[in-house]
């Protein structure tokens, strides 16, 4: 082999990021209106809220560590931040298709930012106030996975509680 051996940590994050994205998106990608505001049980977040707190998080952790700010990050703190209520209403939200065009525009500035980052840089201990989530910025990619599987989890849920087959298996 020619050239630097790929950092562990980052292979591990980058795989870690697009598979779980992978399921998200093979999750929601046949989904309707009245299917992504579906809320189980009345209660439980349904699929847009979900992924618009997922777009949400991502422009946020970004943010802390020094990459851009997103617009989103104010804007849809009511709909999508932490706290925030989940509604059976699509017009309670964005539009549907800008929510989804931020989920990925958020991922792929996710991607990129990491992406741009030096080893050096992804063994940078985690800023103040995020610590609890992992000791490194590289690291931290692990925990942005395991926060989305954690979303598409309740997706699945959704999907079938509104008598709708698995995607995976």
Same mark, same amino acid.
């Given at each position: 082999?020619?050239?630097?051996? +790929? *950092? +562990?940590?980052?292979?591990?994050?980058? /795989?870690?990021?697009?598979? %779980?994205?992978?399921? %998200?998106?093979?999750? &929601?990608? *046949?989904? *309707?209106? %009245?299917?992504?505001?579906?809320? +189980?049980?009345?209660?439980?977040?349904?699929?847009?809220?979900?992924?618009? /707190? &997922?777009?949400? %998080? *991502?422009?946020?952790?970004?943010?802390?560590?020094?990459? +851009?700010?997103?617009? &989103? &990050?104010?804007?849809?703190?009511? /709909?999508f931040g932490g706290g925030s209520v989940c509604s059976p209403n699509a017009k309670d939200y964005p539009p549907i298709a800008k929510v989804r065009e931020e989920f990925h525009k958020q991922r792929q500035a996710v991607f990129d930012f990491f992406g741009q980052r030096t080893p050096a840089q992804l063994a940078q201990p985690m800023p103040e106030g995020l610590e609890f989530f992992a000791p490194t910025q590289g690291q931290f990619m692990a925990v942005v996975a395991r926060h989305e599987g954690l979303h598409s989890g309740q997706i699945s849920t959704a999907r079938r509680s509104h008598g709708m087959p698995p995607t995976l298996g």
């Open positions: 082999r020619t050239g630097p051996m +790929p *950092d +562990p940590v980052f292979e591990a994050g980058r /795989h870690a990021l697009a598979f %779980t994205r992978g399921v %998200t998106e093979k999750l &929601i990608a *046949d989904l *309707d209106e %009245t299917q992504l505001v579906f809320m +189980p049980h009345g209660q439980a977040n349904n699929a847009l809220w979900n992924i618009g /707190h &997922i777009a949400h %998080t *991502d422009a946020y952790f970004l943010m802390k560590l020094g990459g +851009p700010k997103s617009e &989103i &990050i104010e804007a849809w703190k009511g /709909h």
